[in-house]
């Protein structure tokens, strides 16, 4: 669509639709003083996109077979090779469907987007590439990401690999699943709740959420600038800190990247643990949705970090139970003015799509194919409309308090301890074709009432396995400083050399 300044009568229709009254002289004149924008645009149109070089352009993609994908994890399968050296040649990832492989059809896990092929590579995957991976597929994710279970992506049901009557966990339910199977060596998950987090729990992987920004997010489907966040999913600690040495830092495209420290990450595997400290933050256990088999197997796993030199302690922190109100009116406000506008993300200047901004146009006829979670999300981001922004911009107000409850903490402790899911994996419903509308919504958002405020808070959380009740992993959650990911990964080294979390 090209450009065009309206004629007198849509104008007048336009400022009347404002409460504004013009008459034809009036008319006349504003659209004069148009004509200088009206050239911008028509500049506009003319230019090309510029979107970023794709650096790797061989590609080609199949659908998966039945037989390697009885999780339902798979969307598509690839063989994408870039670099023929680099620290992870050999190493095959899965890419989450929200992330963009060019060429490749993309659906965030939702069928309003079936037949979108994204028109560049995000800066993760040519960073991938480049370090010599091999991509293998693009992992199922849960429809637009919004949920913390495995039951409403349009692909069907993720099944968990310890039982597969149970969740993979949400939204990064195909990475998590694909790697606790051995099916890749790592994968990338994207987080604005848990998503990395919690599937890494239910599926008994390592899943780190870093600092916010240290990771590009450029060429990722998000839902709100200020709590995107993608990160590396690994069956191992070392692995994770290779993948993110990998992964972080500035491309020079990405607005959310600021004042960033950089390491390099694997070094921290080898330095002396001994004498670090870890709150254990009483705020995250004793939940009225807490399970007790998750409060204990934490706890018990927290007590084998003074085995291994490291001073444990618990703490308070009020304002972390306060964190999930105040990342509920972000993620409402937020996600509604994202979809408001087609997808595009909004407040900062990253590199949008218009093939995706074409792709999701018109999709409020369709809202009758979105799962009922997010119908309660985008009714409540329409209806908070009429408050004009009033939740959201209060609970920005607020956010600085909870960023320095954390930090006050963290001035004494080097890490926070608590568990990443107040719960372990729950049972899929039979088919994703008629889940319980009570079920769907308790498992998208219940879950997500330990990991959230870390996505607005912008602390570094990792979830690592430490523990088996059930039959089914328990995952712990390390918090760290702003661009400490380093004592996260010390810790989280020390505590799977020191023990095999399946036996705690």
């Known amino acids: 669509m090209t450009f065009k300044l309206p004629d007198r009568d849509e104008l007048k229709t336009l400022a009347a639709s404002m409460g504004l009254s013009m008459d034809d002289s009036h008319t006349d004149n504003m659209l004069e003083q148009m004509v200088l924008f009206g050239g911008a645009y028509q500049f506009m149109d ?170 590009p997010y450029t060429g990722i489907m998000g839902m709100e600038a200020m709590l995107d966040h993608v990160g590396p999913m690994t069956s191992n600690v070392r692995d994770n800190a290779l993948m993110l040495e990998v992964l972080a830092g500035y491309d020079g495209l990405d607005s959310r990247q600021r004042q960033l420290r950089q390491y390099k990450y694997t070094r921290a595997l080898n330095e002396d643990i001994s004498g670090m400290k870890i709150a254990v933050v009483r705020e995250g256990f004793g939940h009225p949705l807490s399970e007790p088999d998750v409060d204990n197997c934490v706890l018990d796993a927290a007590g084998k970090f003074a085995g291994i030199g490291i001073e444990v302690e618990e703490v308070s922190i009020p304002m972390h139970l306060d964190g999930v109100p105040l990342w509920s009116s972000i993620i409402s406000d937020g996600l509604w003015q994202t979809m408001r506008h087609n997808g595009l993300a909004l407040n900062t200047n990253a590199i949008n799509s218009p093939a995706l901004e074409s792709f999701m146009s018109g999709w409020q006829d369709k809202f009758d194919r979105f799962p009922v979670n997010l119908h309660l999300v985008l009714m409540l981001g329409k209806y908070l409309e009429k408050f004009r922004g009033s939740y959201y911009a209060k609970a920005k107000n607020h956010l600085p308090r909870l960023i320095k409850a954390y930090d006050d903490v963290l001035e004494e402790y080097d890490l926070l301890l608590l568990p990443t899911t107040l719960m372990q994996a729950q049972k899929n419903p039979a088919s994703a074709s008629d889940p319980a509308m009570q079920d769907i919504i308790y498992l998208a958002f219940n879950t997500v009432l330990n990991t959230c405020q870390f996505d607005i808070s912008g602390h570094p959380a990792m979830s690592l396995p430490c523990g088996m009740r059930n039959g089914l992993p328990v995952g712990m959650m390390l918090v760290g400083g702003h661009c400490d990911e380093p004592a996260i990964y010390r810790a989280a080294y020390g505590f799977e050399q020191s023990c095999d979390w399946r036996s705690i």
Request: charged content about 20%; hydrophobic content about 35%; aromatic content about 6%.
């Open 46 to 215: 003319q230019l090309e996109d510029n979107l970023p070089e794709i650096r790797y352009p061989d590609r080609s993609y199949r659908p998966p077979t039945p037989e390697e994908n009885a999780l339902g994890a798979w969307y598509v399968r690839t063989d994408l090779k870039g670099r023929d050296s680099g620290s992870l040649k050999g190493r095959t990832v899965a890419i989450k469907d929200n992330i963009f492989v060019a060429n490749v059809p993309m659906t965030n896990g939702a069928s309003i987007l079936e037949g979108f092929i994204p028109d560049f590579d995000a800066t993760v995957v040519t960073r991938l590439l480049d370090a010599g991976a091999e991509i293998t597929g693009k992992a199922v994710c849960e429809f637009l990401c919004v949920s913390g279970a495995s039951a409403t992506a349009n692909t069907g049901l993720v099944r968990n690999p310890h039982h597969h009557d149970y969740s993979a966990g949400g939204s990064s339910s195909g990475s998590a699943a694909l790697v606790a199977n051995g099916d890749v060596d790592m994968a990338l998950g994207c987080d604005q709740a848990g998503s990395v987090r919690i599937p890494s729990s239910f599926c008994g992987v390592y899943g780190m959420k870093a600092t916010h920004g240290l990771l």
